[in-house]
């Protein structure tokens, strides 16, 4: 199907590689920080979060890491496999009110053998 | 978890006309959202709708571009009025999943062309 990356950057990385997607972020005031990756075709998928008063949390195969001294988020991906290939966003929670995720620029994953 | 399922998937539709595109949950939520994602582009909110009020836009979006209804607490409506082909975009839908909503759930999306 048509991609929704066209145009944003890309990572290319072999097969095996480690992965590491980087976004920066504008609001101090964010509770939490996510991960979603979105493959063609289909909406964002949930990877991981963490949140604002942590520095760094991991998953199966990822970790995100926060510095919120010069606000930097990052994803990184151990062992990346050809599956691993779509595009990556990171997203913002304002818990105020009600909760709305705010989504930042998307990084495009490429993955190849 | 959560299905969401998006009607239509795709539709080309004709300058001027209206598209409403609907969004059903397989569970009750409290909050559905509609983004917008323009190709090439990240995801914008475009509103939150919370079942028995009006819906909360955000800023650059209006009610008389985008009318939501939300009917009852497993489904949703989006309208694009008035379509130009600016409007050409995919619109995803999304369930907030209790207090804390980072693990959203999205359903495929509805890819616009306008023409």
């Known amino acids: 199907g048509e991609s929704v990356g066209l145009h944003l950057p890309t990572l290319s990385v072999q097969e095996g590689d480690n992965s590491i997607i980087n976004c920066a972020y504008s609001?101090?005031?964010?509770?939490?920080f996510i991960w979603y990756k979105q493959e063609s075709g289909k909406g964002p998928q949930f990877i991981i979060d963490?949140?604002?008063?942590?520095d760094k949390r991991q998953g199966q195969r990822v970790t995100v890491l926060l510095n919120k001294t010069v606000k930097h988020l990052s994803l990184q991906i151990a062992a990346t496999q050809p599956g691993d290939s779509a595009v990556y966003f990171c997203?913002?929670?304002?818990?105020?009110?009600?909760?709305?995720?705010?989504f930042g620029a998307g990084t495009r994953l490429a993955v190849h053998p | 978890s959560a299905v969401i399922s998006q009607k239509p998937s795709r539709d080309i539709c004709q300058r001027g006309t209206s598209l409403t595109i609907q969004c059903q949950v397989d569970?009750?939520?409290?909050?559905m959202f509609w983004y917008r994602q323009q190709p090439g582009q990240s995801l914008t909110l475009i509103a939150t709708?919370?079942?028995?009020?009006?819906?909360?836009?955000e800023s650059g979006f209006v009610i008389d571009k985008f009318p939501i209804s939300r009917p009852n607490l497993t489904f949703s409506t989006l309208t694009v009025s008035n379509m130009s082909p600016e409007d050409s975009s995919i619109y995803l839908c999304?369930?907030?999943?209790?207090?804390?909503?980072?693990?959203?759930?999205f359903g495929q999306g509805t890819r616009l062309t306008v023409v």
């Open positions: 997203a913002e929670l304002f818990s105020g009110g009600y909760n709305k995720l705010i």
């Open positions: 963490i949140r604002s008063n942590m």
């Open positions: 709708a919370n079942q028995g009020s009006e819906a909360t836009y």
């Open positions: 609001n101090s005031a964010s509770d939490y």
């Open positions: 569970s009750q939520v409290t909050m």
């Open positions: 999304s369930v907030d999943r209790g207090r804390l909503n980072t693990e959203a759930f």
